[in-house]
């Protein structure tokens, strides 16, 4: 009996060791268990970080518009025409008739100076004509009797055409006391007031015409065959911005200097009465027109003037293209060959492109956008 006593106190005494035991292996199974999971995730994790990332990149097809060739420059504008008045004869400023700013047409009188030593002298020289036209009569009547002899009849011919020049000077001068406009246009300038002094010779007004203002371009000889006269031009002015302006090129110089290698181009633009002189002017000159050409954004070519390319997109990747460029025109440049019309070429986040790259096209707001259709299919086996 007390054998059977002792065996059984010894199986309960094993069982009890097992079952404090139990929660000892079941810890480290699961501790084996994380380990072998975070190990896996890992691996995963390093795989993941291992595959390149798709790189943002805004893009924008090929298409078909118009396209000009055209030449651009930038010149001051000047009045077509202008002028300085100046006093033909001193004199006091009696009444000075136009403002600054002010419209003249040409002929109108701009100020009126003291006539008073002018229709003196006119006077004096008159009545000297008057009694020189008596004598010269006289004289005829005596020749023919013999009275008089013809050199005395000669010599008072000469005094009578003599007085005549200086009565008609005496009246010119006269004439000069109200100062007339030589041109149409508007008055930019005066330097009179009522009562000045005005010596002779001396400027009083500037007036310049702005109905027409003309641009001057000092052109490469390069372009001497394809800039002619009549071309359309259109400009733009700092002065107003968000404004375009028409012309056309006036007439173009024959001539190449020699010594800066340009030719002058002169351009004329109808004012509206917002253009002044002086203003610069951004001008564009049109020599050739593309109705049908296939284009893409300036901003797409790659920075290789010897080589010039985009990046279009294929199958997810960037692909780096060799193109022939034609004309270009503003944002737009021509292709001749390498593209086809909805080819979608990488406008921005190309500088980080490189053969083969992966992309990840998104809009201009940051926003993803759907890949090509091969992207975007599932893969075969997979529902």
């Not at 009797?145 to 007085?163: G, W």
């Not at 503003?330 to 980080?352: H, Q």
Request: positive net charge; aromatic residues 4%; proline residues 5%.
């Amino acid at each position: 009996m007390p054998f059977f006593a002792s065996a059984s106190g010894s199986a309960r005494t094993l069982t009890a060791s097992r079952f404090r035991l139990l929660p000892i292996v079941l810890l480290l199974v699961s501790l084996c268990a994380c380990k072998g999971g975070g190990e896996g995730e890992a691996q995963a994790k390093d795989g993941k970080e291992n595959k390149p990332e798709a790189i943002p990149v805004e893009v924008a097809s090929a298409a078909h518009r118009p396209i000009a060739a055209s030449y651009t420059g930038t010149a001051p504008l000047e009045a077509r025409g202008e002028s300085q008045v100046v006093a033909k004869t001193s004199g006091v400023a009696l009444n000075v008739l136009v403002e600054e700013g002010q419209q003249v047409r040409a002929g109108q009188p701009l100020v009126r100076l003291d006539p008073d030593r002018a229709r003196l002298a006119v006077a004096q020289t008159e009545a000297q004509m008057r009694k020189l036209e008596n004598s010269y009569r006289r004289s005829q009547q005596l020749v023919a009797q013999q009275m008089i002899s013809a050199n005395d009849v000669d010599q008072i011919k000469y005094d009578l055409e003599n007085i005549r020049a200086q009565y008609r000077l005496a009246t010119l001068e006269l004439s000069y006391t109200t100062v007339l406009a030589p041109i149409s246009g508007t008055i930019a300038s005066r330097s009179i007031k009522d009562g000045n002094f005005v010596q002779i010779n001396t400027p009083i007004f500037r007036i310049v015409d702005n109905s027409k203002l003309e641009a001057t371009l000092n052109v490469p000889e390069r372009e001497l065959v394809t800039l002619k006269a009549g071309q359309p031009a259109t400009m733009a002015v700092d002065a107003l911005p968000g404004k375009t302006f028409t012309g056309k090129v006036d007439r173009v110089a024959p001539v190449v200097d020699s010594g800066s290698g340009t030719f002058r181009v002169v351009l004329a633009f109808d004012n509206g009465g917002v253009l002044q002189p002086g203003m610069f002017g951004r001008i564009k000159i049109d020599y050739d027109q593309r109705a049908d050409a296939l284009v893409v954004p300036r901003i797409a070519l790659l920075d290789d003037e010897n080589d010039p390319a985009v990046y279009v997109i294929r199958n997810g990747k960037a692909s780096r293209v060799p193109v022939k460029l034609g004309y270009t025109d503003g944002a737009w440049a021509e292709v001749r060959s390498g593209l086809k019309t909805g080819d979608r070429v990488v406008t921005a986040g190309k500088v980080a492109l490189r053969e083969g790259s992966e992309v990840q096209v998104i809009s201009a707001d940051g926003k993803a956008v759907a890949q090509a259709k091969t992207n975007a299919q599932p893969k075969a086996g997979k529902q």
